[in-house]
């Protein structure tokens, strides 16, 4: 059975227990209790699982009534039971949605059935976790979808960014650990999956090189699951990147994340007394924890994903721009569609930036590249792919094919080489261009035909056709709203 059959084998296990008031988010998370002690026997690590909980045992038990009280305590007192990190880690607080003992014995006999063995085993299972993590994002009602980057922009950022074996990653708001993942698996297609490296390198790779921090307990609890399926054993730490936790996550050789949206919960300003410039922004304040956990010894980079607002916010977040371009070379804005997240509305951008190993004058000129305007509207009949990005990355590497960047890219910017992309969406500021806007970064985007004076936009069909455009906008953006709200 291939990795999409059993994904989709899985998947729809929830439907068999939407009677049992099961919600998709919640079924994840009660599919990552049960895939755990499964997949502990298939990778021979059920040692750590404490015995009277094991598979073997649990699947023995004949009375869905006994087998629903045994699952019941293992969830209440496995993390206090084993001595293993990542078993404390995963089942702490953890408790059932279950409340029919007929539907758990449905999930672990179905479970059991699967086929994991394949000669590409690891991969295989990594692969099926991945795809349920993306359709749990894809369900609009769960909320998922600001933990879950989207594939195609998470592998065009690392591949751009290229991090080396023995550099130390960090993502301060971790979500399922998708971009540290997808940074370990471009490493192993470079390196054989690490059997090019010696040993001590290959240890560092799998218990040091990547690291986060999530706030959400389950969203934590599934890049656990993630980052262990991926044969990682990180340390992602569970808690607040912008309380004094966060003072700890520091001299790093790069960071790849996508902060959360919005403001701290009733407008609070972070709780640790490192930041030059506290706002009740989310977005600015991750932006000043990120390039200030970069090491100043050179080579140090970034590439961060943000709203709109932290382009232009008056205030705290032109003082924050201002100390961003001074202490980094924000050398590339990445102006991205609409409607590429959970939430169709949000504008939002990918920053590019490399730390300096001075406080002043890194960033003498911007380079911004518009995917925006009058950009495809992607969805189900125009999928959100990699090649999205082609003439992004041909433009941003100074002529390098998408289908190249992996070999031929090695993630220095040759600013000469990028004068010579001939794209009307590439365009480049200069620092002082950039001081004479107030430092406002809201820029690079092309006029929009649709607008200029040539365009025929008096024919009443044009206008009928941009009203109706306009209305099934507004549409899906309502209907976004009303999902978030419940």
């Known amino acids: 059975m291939s990795a999409d059959e059993i994904a989709n084998k899985l998947w729809n296990l929830c439907n068999v227990l939407r009677d049992d008031g099961v919600t998709y988010h919640q079924y994840l998370n009660e599919l990552t209790y049960i895939l755990f002690l499964r997949l502990s026997e ?25 087998l629903f009280d045994r699952y019941r305590e293992m969830l209440a ?61 894809g369900e609009k009602k769960s909320g998922a979808g600001q933990y879950f980057t989207p594939r195609p922009l998470i592998n065009v950022m690392v591949d751009l960014i290229s991090p080396k074996v023995g550099e130390r990653w960090n993502d301060p708001a971790a979500g399922t650990f998708g971009f540290m993942i997808a940074a370990d698996q471009y490493l192993r297609e470079k390196t054989d999956n690490y059997y090019d490296l010696d040993d001590k390198q290959r240890q560092f790779q ?21 980052a262990k399926l991926h044969g990682l054993e990180s340390r992602i730490e569970m808690g607040d990147t912008l309380s004094e936790l966060g003072k700890s996550f520091r001299n790093y050789d790069g960071v790849l994340a996508n902060p959360p949206f919005g403001t701290k919960q009733g407008g609070e300003r972070p709780s640790r007394d490192d930041l030059t410039y506290l706002s009740s922004n989310k977005q600015l304040n991750f932006l000043q924890h990120i390039y200030r956990s970069l090491h100043k010894k050179g080579g140090a980079r970034a590439a961060v994903i943000l709203p709109d607002n932290v382009l232009f916010e008056d205030g705290d977040g032109r003082k924050i ?17 609409t409607g590429i997240f959970y939430a169709a509305g949000v504008k939002t951008n990918v920053l590019f930036f490399e730390r300096g190993n001075t406080e002043n004058g890194n960033t003498e000129k911007v ?7 009058n950009a495809p509207s992607y969805g189900k009949r125009t999928p959100f792919t990699r090649f999205a990005f082609a003439d992004f990355v041909k433009a941003y590497t100074g002529g390098i094919e ?6 031929a890219f090695d993630g220095k910017v040759d600013h000469e080489k990028r004068g010579l992309v001939q794209d009307e969406r590439w365009s480049c500021l200069t620092r ?5 806007k107030n430092d ?12 200029s004076n040539d365009a025929n936009t008096d024919e009443p069909i044009d206008i009928a056709r941009e009203a109706a455009e306009e209305l099934k906008s507004i549409q899906t953006e309502l209907n976004s709203i009303m999902a978030l709200l419940g």
């Open 206 to 226: 799998i218990n040091e090189a990547f690291s986060g921090c999530e706030l959400v307990q389950d969203a934590h609890r599934l890049a656990l699951m993630n």
């Open 440 to 451: 406002s970064l809201d820029l690079g985007l092309i006029a929009d035909a649709s607008f």
């Open 367 to 373: 380079w911004f590249y518009d995917m925006r305007t």
């Open 42 to 66: 298939v990778k021979k690590f059920e040692v750590d699982i404490p015995e009277e909980y094991q598979w073997s045992r649990l699947k023995s038990i004949t009375d869905n009534k006994d």
């Open 402 to 407: 998408i289908t190249e960047v992996k070999e």
């Open 321 to 337: 721009r201002h100390d961003l371009m001074n202490k980094c070379n924000l050398h590339t804005i990445l102006r991205l569609p």
């Open 432 to 436: 002082e261009d950039i001081a004479k």
């Open 77 to 137: 007192t496995i993390s206090t039971k084993s001595n293993n990190a990542a078993i404390k880690e995963i089942y702490t607080n953890a408790s059932s949605t279950l409340r029919k003992p007929v539907n758990l014995r449905t999930l672990i006999t179905s479970i059991d059935a699967i086929d994991w063995y394949d000669e590409h085993e690891q991969d295989k299972i990594a692969t099926i976790y991945e795809e349920l993590l993306e359709r749990n994002a």
